[in-house]
């Protein structure tokens, strides 16, 4: 199985996920570190990325989410999957039911405020309007409310991800 964490930049993913993970007894994957070099220079800049820049990304994705199914692994992924189509690209192909998306969703305020205080992040802030213009809320996840304490939503998460099976 793996449980995809979904969102914004600062919405928590990666923080989020790797807690999750350690909860689970999974192993946690960042897509960050699946960026080429170039995108993640460009985000540095401040400059967002385009649908062209994210498709090797997205297929790098493809690959890693394929072959740890095939592996029958259990992972955590914290990858941003702002659009429905970038989700349809990384699970292209693959048994859905293996698959649980978990979105964490909060306000612009309440995540410009987390970035504001994030240290040693490459990510410049200023693409936080940009993310949430391309943001495609997902239907078929679990919506999480991230102004909770970071506890109470893996809780929740770990919960409802049972519940669901
Ligand atoms: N529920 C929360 N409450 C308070 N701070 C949080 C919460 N979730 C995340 N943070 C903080 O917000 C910042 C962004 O979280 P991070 O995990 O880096 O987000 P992302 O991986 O989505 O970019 C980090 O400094 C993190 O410690
Ligand atoms: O598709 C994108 O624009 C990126 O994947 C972006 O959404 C992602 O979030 C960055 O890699 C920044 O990293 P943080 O999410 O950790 O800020």
């Not at 993913?13 to 994957?29: D, H």
């Not at 990304?57 to 890693?64: C, I, K, R, S, V």
Request: proline share 3%; charged share 20%.
């Amino acid at each position: 199985m793996i449980v995809i964490v979904m969102g914004v930049s600062g919405s928590g993913k990666s923080t989020i996920g790797k807690m999750l993970a350690s909860e689970l007894n999974w192993e946690f994957y960042d897509a960050d570190s699946f960026h080429p070099s170039a995108n993640i220079e460009k985000m540095r800049q401040g400059i967002p990325l385009t649908d062209a820049d994210r498709m090797p990304w997205l297929l790098t994705l493809q690959e890693a989410i394929a072959s740890l199914l095939q592996q029958d692994r259990n992972a955590v992924l914290a990858c941003s999957a702002l659009k429905s189509s970038y989700r349809e690209i990384m699970l292209h192909n693959c048994d859905r039911s293996r698959i649980r998306l978990v979105y964490l969703k909060g306000s612009f305020q309440l995540i410009q405020q987390r970035l504001k205080q994030r240290q040693n992040h490459y990510m410049s802030q200023n693409l936080l309007q940009s993310q949430f213009d391309t943001l495609e809320e997902p239907e078929d996840a679990i919506c999480v409310d991230i102004s909770q304490p970071m506890d109470a939503i893996v809780q929740q998460i770990y919960r409802l991800l049972i519940a669901n099976g």
